[in-house]
């Protein structure tokens, strides 16, 4: 099968299948967008390549996600029309809604066009209609914010302080990072803009989110211009309610925008082997991808080479779903640093206008950590951890006389797994499909685990006892 990927070949070869792991030596083709160890089968939005765990049902999960976000504009059209039709509206009220009825309009049309052009044509699907399949639109503004408001005779300071914060942190870095990776690049204007910067070998800009994708695809790689439609929800005194947006195609040189490249998939299951990038970043990610910030760091000392470095920037502004205990300060996550062997090259702390767009009277500020961490050889031990890889779970358990107080054949294939390379996380993995179903495996291999620390060195003590 003939596809439109343009990646390099040292690219290619980091690729791997995001169920198996298999690489293209053990059977994963991207040319194929197909594993023949475990039959997966993938697609793509023209050239940007799909690799997710559900192979080609994302696409449908998506496609259900676009005819939920077009249905919901044609709702708001209908109730629009409905409105217009009434006979107590004065003109500045008719003019009002027209204009939200135009923007919305746009919006409607572009998706919809943008998205079928991508192969991710609206269709309702019943099945996962039962299921909350997510908001296509969540972030929406992050393409005005990147594309839309920073216009040559309004330039937004946003972005350009954005960049600013990034390359004080990239100026003292010990060598310039041939192969970057940028996780939740969202619409692509930090991760363009880093590139255009660094000029490496290669910059991949990984996101789950086909519209943001596809925005970032269409202006940088396909040099197209879009049109969308912004409105606010409450009119504010002296600022318009609603404008069109056309955005044009960045100035791009076709050098930079040929080693740019856009991947859509899930950060918990990338389709990209160990050591493979030397500069990571992670732009307003942490907080907000849906898993425990200490599995997001495992991932990122795996993904890094040796001598490669993490590049942080933003807040630690947690989803709403996320469990409190999951909500972690900068304190602890500096812990799990101490514990995992990163180190800090640098770092700061700033506080920053965000999303602020031309039509917005209200301004919203957060807090913005950024910083550099390397990989060291030595961990350190921080107060209350009874060991290290029992809290950073992809750190490998060491080999040692474990004992048990109580006797269950789950803790005797534990303990026979630790090998001294196979962490929790290797073990949860294996365990799963034996579990029933429903049961946490990481909470009890954690618990399993740290029983038999305590066991065990309860059991040394007594030894040494005279
Ligand atoms: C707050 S936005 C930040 C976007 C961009 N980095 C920026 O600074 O504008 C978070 C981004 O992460 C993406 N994202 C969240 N969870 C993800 C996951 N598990 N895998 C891939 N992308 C994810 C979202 O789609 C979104 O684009």
Known sequence: MNNKIDFPTQLRAQCCCPNCRANVSEGFSLEQLFCNRCKSEFFTMENIPCLFPAGTHQRLIWQHQTAMLI???????????????????SDATRERLAEIYKANLINRDSIQSLLTKKSVPPEFNETLNQMNAGDLSEYFDLIFRDWGWDTTSEPSEENKNALKRITSLIDTLPNSPKRVLVLGAGAGRLSWDIHTYLDPDFSLAVDSNPLLLAVADELIKKKNSLTFGEFKLFPQIDFPTTATRNIPSPQVSTHQSSNWFLLAANVWNLPLQNQSFDLIITPWFIDVNGGDVRDLIGLIQNLLTPEGSWLNTGPLLYTRHLPTQLKYSQAEIKEFFSLSGLTFTSERTDQAPYLVSPMEARIRTEQI?????????????????????????????PVANYRSFQSHPLIDAIIQMIDGKKSINTISTILDPQMPEGVAVKEVVVAILGQLVLDTRAAEEEIARP
């Open 71 to 89: 249905s919901l504009a044609e709702q708001a059209l209908s109730n629009i029309r409905e409105s217009l039709a009434r006979y107590d509206l």
């Open 369 to 397: 950590w950024s910083f550099v961490a390397t990989q060291t050889v030595d961990t350190q031990p921080v107060a209350g951890v009874i060991a290290n890889w029992l809290v950073m779970h992809h750190l490998p358990i």
